[in-house]
C-alpha cells in the first residue's frame, strides 16, 4: 500500500498550489480519501474529506471557499487545490485513505507560504 503525495513547494501569499496524492495497493475508489496538514509545533488538523460514493466533501472553516478536494477514482489520484494561500497555511500536508478498520497514511508533502 502507498499514498505518494507532490505539489508541495513555497508560494507567496495569496498564491495557490495543487496538492495530488497517488495511491496504491488498495481499492482507492471504496475509501473515503482525506487531506490532513501538521504546522510546527500543532496537532495535525483535518482540512479536507471527499466520500467514496457520490464524491461528498467536507472542509476546516479555516479553509472553507479558498480550498477545493477532488478525486479522480480512475487514476487513484486525490486532489487538493488551495487558493488565497495564507501563511497560516504552511504545514506538512498528508493524504489518508480511510474504509472501516483500514487507514493508510502518505508522508507528507511541505507547503510553506511566505513573502
Known amino acids: 500500500v502507498q499514498l505518494v503525495e507532490s505539489g508541495g513547494g513555497l508560494v507567496q501569499p495569496g498564491g495557490s498550489l495543487r496538492l495530488s496524492c497517488a495511491a496504491s495497493?488498495?481499492?482507492?475508489?471504496?475509501?473515503?480519501m482525506r487531506w490532513y496538514r501538521q504546522a510546527p509545533g500543532k496537532e495535525r488538523e483535518l482540512v479536507a474529506t471527499?466520500?467514496?460514493?457520490?464524491?461528498?466533501?467536507n472542509y476546516a472553516e479555516s479553509v472553507k471557499g479558498r480550498f477545493t478536494i477532488s478525486r479522480d477514482n480512475a487514476k487513484k489520484t486525490v486532489y487538493l487545490q488551495m487558493n488565497s494561500l495564507k501563511p497560516e497555511d504552511t504545514a506538512v500536508y498528508y493524504c489518508?485513505?480511510?474504509?472501516?478498520?483500514?487507514?493508510?497514511w502518505g508522508r507528507g508533502t511541505q507547503v510553506t507560504v511566505s513573502s
Open positions: 471527499i466520500t467514496s460514493v457520490g464524491g461528498r466533501t
Open positions: 489518508n485513505a480511510y474504509y472501516r478498520a483500514y487507514e493508510y
Open positions: 495497493g488498495f481499492t482507492f475508489s471504496s475509501y473515503v
